[in-house]
Nanobody, 115 residues
């Protein structure tokens, strides 16, 4: 069983920045993906960014150039640096990790961008 604990959400004005962090309770192999998803009210959960060794990080088109995903395997953590935030980035952000063949989710952290 893997527990993921997110932190760093909050309220920010348009154009502002936030950094989300997620720490896993156990080590995640670098070849297994860690990712951030988000879900806005009335919408489906969508992939924001994903990272794993040997591949370039992947980003949703809507966040490319504004968000950066990074990972520290020694600290069992993944972060999401979000810059130039827009009201449409408002959502609950979820950390995801796959260990072996099983996927795990964090509890989510709210990000609200005011106009």
């Amino acid at each position: 069983q893997v527990q993921l604990v997110e932190s760093g959400g909050g309220l920010v004005q348009t154009g502002g920045s936030l950094r989300l962090s997620c720490v896993a309770s156990v080590s995640i192999h670098s070849s297994d993906p860690m990712a951030w998803y988000r879900q806005a009210p009335g919408k489906q959960r969508e992939l924001v960014a994903r990272i794993r060794s040997g591949r370039d990080p992947e980003y949703a088109d809507s966040v490319t150039g504004r968000f950066t995903i990074g990972r520290d395997n020694a600290k069992k953590s993944v972060y999401l640096q979000m810059n130039s935030l827009k009201p449409e980035d408002t959502a609950v952000y979820y950390c995801y990790a796959r260990r072996d063949t099983t996927g795990y989710w964090g509890q989510g952290t709210q990000v609200t961008v005011s106009s």
